[in-house]
């Protein structure tokens, strides 16, 4: 009986001077468990902000696709007016020697 006693009187001693301690400990685990759900807002806002990403890769490989078919037209188109353009001069030339025939 006696032992059980001075075990109570022991733990309640114990009680107040852990008492604000465990005050602190409380605290700061209700700011561990704020800090957490800042976090977890965070890791939606990444998961967020990486699906926005992988659209914006999608939209800046449809652009460079566009850009290299708008080359490839532009080139081609060049190389076809070059080709007339070859055509007519040698037209001209033509209508020279024809006019200088006709001449003679």
Partial sequence: ?????LLKSIENLLDKKLQPTNERL??????I??????????DA?????????????????????????????????????MKLEEKTRDIEKIKRVINISNVR
Wanted: proline share 0%.
């Fill in 33 to 42: 468990s704020g800090m957490n759900a800042k976090i977890v807002g965070m």
């Fill in 1 to 5: 009986m006696e032992n059980e006693m």
């Fill in 26 to 31: 409380d605290k700061m685990d209700a700011k």
């Fill in 45 to 81: 806002k990444v998961v967020e902000m990486d699906a926005k990403l992988v659209e914006i890769q999608a939209t800046q490989k449809e652009m460079k696709l566009t850009q290299e078919t708008i080359m490839k037209f532009i080139t081609q188109a060049d190389s076809e007016f």
